[in-house]
């Protein structure tokens, strides 16, 4: 008796002699994926790449409107300049009171400091934030 004999076919219509096993895998996979394929055929998901061309991409013809990423960058790109700028003129504790909306007056009891030291290290802090911010 005779061993069977496996081949697989390749792109180009050439078939190729392969063991048992390995055909058995090969197209157990193939079958897993034309699966997958027609499930989602059949549920109307999309795939990208099946809108490529050789000059654009697919996923080029899809825009997501709801954020910008661009914008999204420069706040993170500012915001952290805005920490190091806070950090390097040592004033981090009085703007965290600003920000917290304490008066001035509890801020200076937190500090051991007077109100008007408070207010001017505060007004002083503001306008050189403002002047960071414009540049």
Known sequence: ?????????????????????????YY?????????????????LLYYDSWDTSTINGQDY???FNSDIEKLIIEKMRYKA??????KND????LQF???NEKENEIAKRLGITQAA????????L?????????
Do not use: P, W
């Open 118 to 125: 408070v207010s001017k290290k505060k007004n002083k802090l």
């Open 98 to 100: 600003i920000i917290s």
């Open 82 to 87: 805005i920490l190091n700028f806070i950090e």
């Open 28 to 44: 157990q996979m193939a079958r897993k994926e034309r699966y997958q394929y027609e499930r989602d055929k059949k549920y109307g």
């Open 62 to 64: 899809v825009k997501d």
């Open 127 to 135: 306008r050189l934030l403002k002047d960071f911010l414009e540049k």
């Open 91 to 94: 004033k981090e504790k009085i």
């Open 1 to 25: 008796m005779t061993e069977q004999k496996y081949f697989i076919k390749l792109e180009k219509g050439q078939l190729i002699e392969v063991n048992k096993e390995v055909y058995i895998t």
